[in-house]
């Protein structure tokens, strides 16, 4: 018998409670910077050096954070599921909780690219990305995220996980950035939809079972409903 699909669509909600606050907490701001300044094309060709910075601060507070009991449910349900995880966070805490699927829609802050050959990705040894740092054909490196303004290169494949999943969880986003949010579109009628999130559903999300908790807390008390429910098959 074949294990049900199963895809984790995870967002912020789930990084938040590693210590990882996001730009919608804290009022457009990211360490005290407007985004306009260091998360889109403009403010790289503006300044790159503050944008090197401005990620490397971001980095070490990855570097430094540590899965949570989200993120450790996700990842134990791969022994009863075949799990996909596409998550919207840049951090890497699905990997390091142990699920091995993972779809990163925004890029990651533990690599870098180069910026005028977009197929060369190599991991940034430490927490910094220095000026200076450069690709074999000699172009300086740039975090490899995903920034306003630019394309989202995995939201194809990601909806194409999407439409065969037999169950969709969706924990810690609020279906707010797009394109993103409107993957959860994809998913076919019949196949089983759960929100893990402390705030009210949003729209289009009505045919969702709500488990009205943070991401730490509802993530394993839906994790352990799945796992009984398959027993009971």
């Given at each position: 018998?074949?294990?049900?699909?199963?895809?984790?669509?995870?967002?912020?909600?789930?990084?938040?409670?590693?210590?990882?606050?996001?730009?919608?907490?804290?009022?457009?701001?990211?360490?005290?910077?407007?985004?306009?300044?260091?998360?889109?094309?403009?403010?790289?060709?503006?300044?790159?050096?503050?944008?090197?910075?401005?990620?490397?601060?971001?980095r070490?507070?990855?570097?430094?954070?540590?899965?949570?009991?989200?993120?450790r449910?996700?990842?134990?349900?791969?022994?009863?599921?075949?799990?996909?995880?596409?998550?919207?966070?840049?951090?890497?805490?699905h990997?390091?909780?142990?699920?091995?699927?993972?779809?990163?829609?925004?890029g990651?802050?533990?690599?870098?690219?180069?910026?005028?050959?977009p197929?060369?990705?190599?991991?940034?040894?430490?927490?910094?990305?220095?000026?200076?740092?450069?690709?074999?054909?000699?172009?300086?490196?740039?975090?490899?995220i995903?920034?306003?303004?630019?394309?989202?290169?995995?939201?194809?494949?990601?909806?194409?996980?999407?439409?065969?999943?037999?169950?969709?969880?969706?924990?810690?986003?609020?279906?707010?950035?797009?394109?993103?949010?409107?993957?959860?579109?994809?998913?076919?009628?019949?196949?089983?939809?759960?929100?893990?999130?402390?705030?009210?559903?949003?729209?289009?999300m009505?045919?969702?079972?709500?488990?009205?908790?943070?991401?730490?807390?509802?993530?394993p008390?839906?994790?352990?409903?799945?796992?009984?429910a398959?027993?009971?098959?």
């Amino acid at each position: 018998m074949r294990k049900q699909r199963l895809v984790v669509f995870s967002g912020a909600g789930v990084s938040a409670e590693s210590g990882l606050r996001t730009f919608r907490d804290a009022d457009g701001l990211w360490e005290q910077y407007p985004i306009e300044e260091v998360a889109t094309p403009e403010a790289w060709q503006r300044d790159p050096r503050k944008v090197l910075h401005f990620y490397d601060l971001r980095r070490a507070q990855v570097l430094a954070a540590l899965p949570n009991a989200a993120h450790r449910a996700i990842a134990d349900l791969e022994e009863w599921f075949e799990v996909d995880v596409v998550t919207q966070n840049i951090d890497d805490l699905h990997e390091r909780a142990g699920s091995s699927r993972v779809m990163h829609l925004h890029g990651e802050i533990t690599l870098a690219r180069s910026t005028v050959d977009p197929t060369f990705v190599t991991p940034v040894n430490g927490p910094s990305l220095r000026w200076g740092d450069r690709c074999p054909l000699g172009s300086q490196l740039r975090p490899h995220i995903v920034w306003f303004g630019e394309p989202v290169p995995m939201i194809e494949a990601a909806a194409e996980r999407i439409a065969k999943a037999d169950l969709l969880v969706v924990v810690g986003t609020s279906l707010q950035v797009y394109p993103a949010a409107g993957l959860v579109h994809y998913l076919h009628p019949a196949a089983a939809l759960h929100l893990v999130d402390p705030m009210d559903p949003p729209s289009g999300m009505a045919r969702a079972r709500h488990w009205k908790q943070k991401a730490s807390a509802g993530m394993p008390a839906l994790a352990s409903h799945l796992i009984s429910a398959l027993s009971d098959r």
